[in-house]
Antibody, heavy 120, light 107 residues
Framework: EVQMVESGGGLVQPGGSLRLSCAAS????????IEWVRQAPGKGLEWVGR??????????EYAASVKGRFSMSRDDSKNSVYLQMNSLKTEDTAVYYC???????????WGQGTLVTVSS | EIVLTQSPGNLSLSPGERATLSCRAS???????LAWYQQKPGQAPRLLIH???SRATGIPDRFSGSGSGTDFTLTISRLEPEDFAVYYC????????FGQGTKLEIK
């Protein structure tokens, strides 16, 4: 069974940092790209970023709203992806989801999300 | 950068009725890499349709997708009580963008 589990969310002050984890199981993790998508309270889905697989040099891409502040990494030996979030702003408050995809395919499995609250 | 605009923002219908949701892209969606997701409160999005018109595994056939280029439609032929939710279109492939969502409510 495919599973994706996010962790690491919590309350952080503006300007602070947080590292989210996404642990996957039930599929060949190294074949897949992983994306992070966030959803602010009561709002729609916003793409955050993507990490490609080893065959594509683990290349990363980010939304303009987080570029330069957020960075993604992955450890295929642990079937995990990480989202390092620095210089957090109140507008980064959201539920953060990780989801898997193959190249030119949609996001077919999502985790249940982890809530990040940026507030003083 | 592609912008996806969904309409209507809210849709009030009764069980048994037909729902038609629209997603318009600001430029042509490459290879019709357009998906639809359903999201219920407190849950992650669930993939319904990919490639504009292909149902994902396990999705009932009352859900259908159509369209190409810049105009796409999600149709639910006969609404079941469990279909009332928020629906998002998503352009995937070389980039990834979501529409703002359509909330389907019980009338």
């Amino acid at each position: 069974e495919v599973q994706m589990v996010e962790s690491g969310g919590g309350l952080v002050q503006p300007g602070g940092s947080l590292r989210l984890s996404c642990a996957a199981s039930g599929f060949t993790f190294s074949d897949y790209y992983i994306e992070w998508v966030r959803q602010a309270p009561g709002k729609g889905l916003e793409w955050v970023g993507r990490t490609r697989n080893q065959a594509n040099s683990y290349a990363t891409e980010y939304a303009a709203s987080v570029k330069g502040r957020f960075s993604m990494s992955r450890d295929d030996s642990k079937n995990s992806v990480y989202l390092q979030m620095n210089s957090l702003k109140t507008e980064d408050t959201a539920v953060y989801y990780c989801a898997r995809l193959l190249w030119r395919a949609p996001l077919d499995y999502w985790g249940q999300g982890t809530l990040v609250t940026v507030s003083s | 950068e592609i912008v996806l605009t969904q309409s209507p923002g809210n849709l009030s219908l009764s069980p048994g009725e037909r729902a038609t949701l629209s997603c318009r892209a600001s430029e042509s969606v490459s290879n019709n890499y357009l998906a639809w997701y359903q999201q219920k409160p407190g849950q992650a999005p669930r993939l319904l349709i990919h490639g504009a018109s292909s149902r994902a595994t396990g999705i009932p056939d009352r859900f259908s997708g159509s369209g190409s280029g810049t105009d796409f439609t999600l149709t639910i032929s006969r609404l079941e009580p469990e279909d009332f939710a928020v629906y998002y279109c998503h352009q995937y492939g070389s980039s990834s963008r979501f529409g703002q969502g359509t909330k389907l409510e019980i009338k």
